[in-house]
């Protein structure tokens, strides 16, 4: 991976002072189980299978990262307050000048969030004249909801 050589074999040495040193033999193979050491505990034994096996996702890899990319974008403060003043405007829709004083960034940077907002679905903008005014695309904000709710439901409090 990234044209880099990995060795078929590493010799590994650690030492604390000069009480302790061990050798660890990490092998290019991933069939092999790595050699047991000082460094090394065994694994317990299991005494319950139930946990083993029966993981199962709600979400297939696609919907996952539909949602993933969605909760990224709503993952900053100036955005959240961003969606909340849409959402709580009059009109349904606010004009991108609009986000600068209540949220205390510049122009640019309202700009920037607003686009990454736009790209995740969760906004649409309508130009008029000089400003693009924005509305909350109810149905992506419903579908994160949903999503969220339906890959999480049955899970134990």
Known sequence: MFGVHVPDAVDVTTSKGDEEASSVMMSDSRCSQPEMTKMTMPVPPKLDDSFCGNGVS??????????????????DPARI???????TSAAGEVCACDFVE??????????HHLKVLSNAGLVSGDKR???????????SIDGIISSLTSATVGLPS
Request: aromatic share 8%; net charge positive; hydrophobic share 45%.
């Open 58 to 75: 709600r979400l297939n890899f696609d919907e996952a990262k539909t949602l993933a990319d969605q909760l990224g974008a709503i993952a």
């Open 81 to 87: 307050q961003m969606l909340s003043i849409i959402a």
């Open 102 to 111: 209540p949220i205390g960034k510049s122009q640019p940077t309202i700009s």
């Open 129 to 139: 004249g000089r400003w693009v005014w924005y509305r909350l695309n109810r149905n």
